[in-house]
């Protein structure tokens, strides 16, 4: 691929372009879908937008591709640099989280790239979402340069230049619109699936076992029934609670996940999708809403509005009784294998 | 539709209004509008909206803000909570006793 450069005091700077092409496109649906996520970046430093000069504008930047992509894309037609932070790929709010979009590594970054040399103005426009890692007093003292935090979606940076570099609160906001949750869900659904994967495979060789021994018509009842209601479970768990969130009761996530797993219990028992005997029907009555109750707790790490203390709270208070209600219900449903009834 | 809320009166944040000198860089830097001008020092008009992400505290510079901000990613105390090596995790290394993506502040990923 041919890379264009500019040269500023003896320095190549990589230019990029603000169009994004079709690998990128691809590359951001990959990491939506959860492909590839951990290894989606670009090397920090300092890049060039147009042919930018000693007055351009500093946007600063994760090394997550999908966050400078979307950065580079709403700079057509400026020159301007875009100085990359080493946050091992990190998204800016998690790695601001952790601090790697840090204090620390910004220092780092305008000193290795000497980018006191490249400009003549002191100012750098960060994403807001970064000052929980970026103390922009910190930065100014030992730098010179002033932090100006930016609008939180790069889409508003075209306005808020306009604006004399001033966000209004509109800029400022995080929500967790339907969208915002929508594009989380594969994901999530990816989250567990493997876990679920062992338990579906597992459950269905079980199923064959009855108080006589084994047989193999038990896979073709039970063993169905076992597989599929456990992967409906978890879909509920996985999408329907996303996207029903708002609408769910309660402010802790495990009671809404707890609301929609009952729902999605009384649907399949409605539809007689639940078996006949007691011990394995009181078993889906059990895990069906454990499971959406635990899957819509672990929500709670996508969502942008979770309190760490709020999150800790929940842990402590639901997750025991989870783990009991699931134990329970997967000994019930283990104890009809054996019990009398139809399939018996 | 209103914007949602979390857990009732569990954020640690506080305002120390002796500190406080109104500078007004946390009202800048907050996402969901938790704190607003008050008299001479900031106020916390909405203390069930706040995540504790720590951008407030962070960049006041007196100190007049605090909040148990910790790493700030909930799924890793999750999967830490169930075992999970964090693989699904922003953080690959982690042991299974702690939250999968590092303890604490200056832990991570070393």
């Not at chain 1, 997550?64 to 640099?81: I, P, V």
């Not at chain 1, 100006?148 to 800029?171: H, S, T, W």
């Not at chain 1, 073709?220 to 597989?227: D, P, Y």
Request: charged fraction near 20%; include cysteine; glycine fraction near 10%.
């Amino acid at each position: 691929m041919d890379v264009r450069y500019v040269t500023m005091l003896e320095s190549k700077i990589p230019v990029v372009e603000t169009r994004l092409d079709f690998n990128d496109l691809i590359g951001a649906l990959k990491v939506r879908l959860g492909i590839n996520r951990m290894n989606y970046a670009v090397e920090p430093g300092l890049y060039a937008v147009g042919s930018p000069d000693a007055e351009s504008l500093v946007f600063v930047s994760s090394n997550y591709k999908l966050s400078f992509d979307l950065l580079r894309k709403e700079l057509s037609g400026m020159n301007a640099f875009i100085l990359v932070l080493d946050t091992r790929g990190v998204n800016v709010w998690c790695a601001a989280g952790k601090g790697t979009f840090g204090t620390d590594e910004l220092i780092r970054q305008i000193r290795t790239t000497g980018l006191k040399d490249m400009v003549r103005h002191r100012e750098l426009v960060l994403p807001q979402l970064s000052a929980p890692g970026i103390a922009g007093y910190k930065v100014f003292s030992l730098t010179g340069f002033r932090v100006l935090f930016g609008p939180v979606r790069a889409a508003d940076i075209r306005e808020y230049l306009k604006n004399g570099k001033k966000a209004d609160q509109r800029m400022r906001n995080v929500s967790f619109d339907l969208l915002d949750r929508l594009v989380l869900i594969p994901v999530e659904t990816r989250m567990y699936s493997r876990h679920l994967v062992y338990l579906m495979i597992t459950g269905f060789f079980l199923s064959g076992l009855n108080r006589k021994g084994y047989s193999i018509t038990g896979l073709g009842t039970t063993g169905i029934r076992f597989v599929r209601n456990m992967l409906y479970a978890y879909l509920c768990g996985t999408c329907d609670g996303p996207i029903l969130l708002p609408w769910l009761p309660g402010r802790a996530f495990s009671v809404k996940g707890l609301v929609l797993g009952v729902f999605a219990f009384a649907i399949l028992a409605v539809n007689r999708l639940i078996g006949e005997k007691p011990a394995e029907m009181l078993a889906w009555m059990l895990l069906v809403p454990v499971m959406c109750s635990f899957l819509l707790l672990n929500f709670t790490g996508a969502s942008t509005f979770t309190s760490l203390s709020g999150v800790r709270k929940e842990l402590d208070e639901a997750l025991p009784i989870q783990k009991t209600v699931a134990a329970a219900g997967l000994a019930a449903w283990c104890w009809s294998l054996f019990s009398g009834g139809k399939d018996g | 539709m209103d914007r949602m809320k979390y857990i009732h009166r569990v954020a640690t944040l506080k305002v120390d209004a002796k500190k406080c000198t109104g500078c007004g860089i946390c009202l800048e830097v907050c996402p969901h509008e938790v704190l607003a001008a008050g008299g001479k020092a900031v106020e916390i008009i909405d203390l069930d909206a706040c995540m504790e992400c720590g951008a407030c505290s962070m960049n006041c510079p007196f100190q007049a803000i605090s909040v148990n901000a910790g790493v700030g990613c909930a799924a890793a105390f999750i999967l830490g909570s169930v075992g999970s090596n964090g693989e699904s995790c922003c953080c690959p290394e982690t042991s299974t006793s702690e939250p999968a993506c590092c303890g604490g502040p200056g832990k991570c990923c070393e």
